[in-house]
Structure formats: structure tokens, C-alpha cells
């Protein structure tokens, strides 16, 4: 009989084989139009373009360059002028201007809204709304409060909202509506009640998408330090496609997330080297479905069909 640790590092073997095997076509031959989920390449960090029906908006905008407290740690990669090169090319109307219907900052966490200040000031992009909860640093565990800079990229975003006059939505109830043929719903809407400090991931949005039976669900950084992960899975039900929640780190994606919403194709935003081994393993011992990383695929595109079917493609530019 074969050792556990024998076990799990055969599977582990197995499904990295899996991944790197993985031959998605390329994003040129993918129709044009059509209900999609654009998932950038934006290093380990999310920017993700809704389309549907002529509409786009945009649920986070990946990692930035600005490093506004000097922190060492903190000079990251920062994506925000490919952002918003893509959204000029693929989401530009006939005025030549981008027309958000909304945007939409999962939390306030840099390599999620740290490129927000930039893609809102940019003369050609116009947006209806902005869904952002209120951080609240008093919620916040001191060591998070002293090396990151949550704080401050919420200013920015904020600031560039007022400046612009963009209506800003911070308190959702998690009512379904409608963009374009897709049904979206909010999940995450209301701050655990708890006396302990967390961290900001605790308070993150995920979103799910539906069209016709098709159910997808995106995560953002939903974790379960609180229980949230257990409390939403039901909730949320079983989907198509997962977003991944926290980039495929170890502090989320637990079993009983996994196997509730049991997704038959994840699609990770990160680098492939980055993913946590441990939670690649859990997942796949779960439900084995197809896994597509951002960063190994040069981001991924998901073509949400009539009847169902979802078609991936590659190398997003």
C-alpha cells in the first residue's frame, strides 16, 4: 500500500501535467461580440472585463506602480497602463471613448484596486458607477494596518471617483440585477460581525455571473478566517467556472467551498510558480477540473454561450 505523502505527490505530478499540457486557442480566433470574461494577465493580482451584449464594465484593475509609503516589500510590478490599453482596444464605442456601465473593487487591497485612480482619470474612459465598500482600518489586523497600504489606494480610488463625479455605491444588499444578457449578483455584501481583527481579504466581494443556466463565480479574495467561505457556499451553489479565490494561495479555496460549488474549469490569476501546491492538490483531489493560469496563459477569455457551453481561449493582448 502506498504512503499518503507518496499518494499526494503523485497526484500533485499529475495535475501539473495536466496544466502544462494545456492547449487553450488563441484569443484571435474567438468571435467577435458575444457574452465574455475577459481575466488579464496582471502578474498575481486581478483585472477582470465584463462584456455582454455591446456593455462592459470592470471588477478590479490589478496591481499598480505606486508604492506611496516607501515600503521595499511593496515596489511591485504595476499594470495599470496595460489595463487600460485593453479596455481602449476592446471596449472602446463608436465615439472612441470606453463606456463602463460599472466598476467594481472587489476590496481595498492594491493588486486589486490599486490601478482604479489611473483607468478613472484617463479622459476617454466614462463610468456610470462605482460599487466599493467603505475600508474601515479599525477592523484591521495592525500588522496588515503597518506594511500594506490599503489606505491609501482606497484614497486614490476615491479620490479619482469624486473628481470625476462618479456616483459611489458602498452599501449592497446583494439583490440580483441585470448587465446586458447576464444576471450578476453580489455576495460578501455585509462586514462579518465579529470582535476580532481581520484581515482585508475578510471583506472582499465575490460575484456571480449567470446566463441561461450557466453559473460562474468569481471570487475575488474570499476567505474563510470568519466563515465566510462556509456561510456563501451554499449560498452560491454549484458553478461552471470558478474564479479562484486569493490567486490560488493557501488561505482560501477550503474543502467545503470547493466541493459545494464543485466547478468543472478554475481559471487562476497569477503566476503559475506562485500557486500554492497544497490547495492545487486539495482542488483537484475535489473535483479535478480544468485549471487555466492567468500567467501561463497570457490571461484567459471565457465565452459564455446560449446552450451552456463556455469556450476558452488565450493570450489576451
Not at 268 to 288: A, E, G, P, Q
Amino acid at each position: 500500500m502506498k504512503k499518503e505523502g507518496t499518494k499526494d505527490r503523485e497526484m500533485l505530478f499529475e495535475v501539473k501535467k495536466r496544466i502544462e499540457s494545456v492547449s487553450l486557442p488563441d484569443v484571435s480566433r474567438c468571435e467577435n461580440g458575444g457574452d465574455k470574461i475577459h481575466f488579464l494577465n496582471t502578474g498575481s493580482s486581478d483585472a477582470i472585463l465584463l462584456e455582454s451584449d455591446g456593455r462592459f464594465a470592470m471588477i478590479d484593475s490589478g496591481e499598480d506602480t505606486d508604492n506611496p509609503r516607501g515600503f521595499k516589500h511593496l515596489e511591485l510590478d504595476g499594470y495599470e497602463q496595460m489595463v487600460l490599453e485593453y479596455l481602449k482596444s476592446h471596449a472602446s464605442g463608436a465615439d472612441g471613448k470606453v463606456h463602463l456601465d460599472f466598476i467594481l473593487g472587489t476590496h481595498s487591497h492594491s493588486d486589486h484596486i490599486g490601478g482604479f485612480d489611473t483607468i478613472i482619470a484617463d479622459d476617454d474612459i466614462i463610468i456610470e458607477k462605482a460599487f466599493l465598500k467603505v475600508y474601515d482600518s479599525s477592523k484591521i489586523r495592525l500588522l496588515e494596518i503597518k506594511m500594506w497600504d490599503n489606505t491609501e489606494v482606497y484614497n486614490q480610488m476615491i479620490n479619482a471617483l469624486n473628481a470625476k463625479n462618479i456616483p459611489i455605491i458602498s452599501d449592497m444588499d446583494g439583490t440580483p440585477f441585470k448587465f446586458g444578457n447576464l444576471t450578476l449578483t453580489f455576495f460578501n455584501t455585509k462586514d462579518p460581525v465579529t470582535k476580532r481583527k481581520v484581515g482585508e481579504n475578510d471583506q472582499s466581494y465575490g460575484v456571480l455571473v449567470e446566463k441561461n443556466g450557466t453559473r460562474v463565480f468569481l471570487s475575488g479574495d474570499i476567505d474563510n478566517f470568519t466563515g465566510d467561505e462556509s456561510r456563501l457556499a451554499p449560498e452560491i451553489g454549484k458553478v461552471d467556472l470558478l474564479k479562484v479565490g486569493h490567486h490560488f494561495y493557501a488561505m482560501s479555496s477550503t474543502k467545503k467551498f470547493i466541493q459545494t460549488l464543485c466547478p468543472s474549469v478554475c481559471v487562476v490569476t497569477n503566476k503559475y510558480k506562485s500557486v500554492d501546491m497544497i490547495t492545487l492538490s486539495r482542488i483537484n483531489r475535489i473535483c479535478r477540473p480544468d485549471i487555466y493560469i492567468t500567467g501561463r496563459e497570457d490571461g484567459v477569455l471565457a465565452l459564455l454561450g446560449d446552450n451552456g457551453e463556455i469556450k476558452y481561449y488565450n493570450k489576451l493582448h
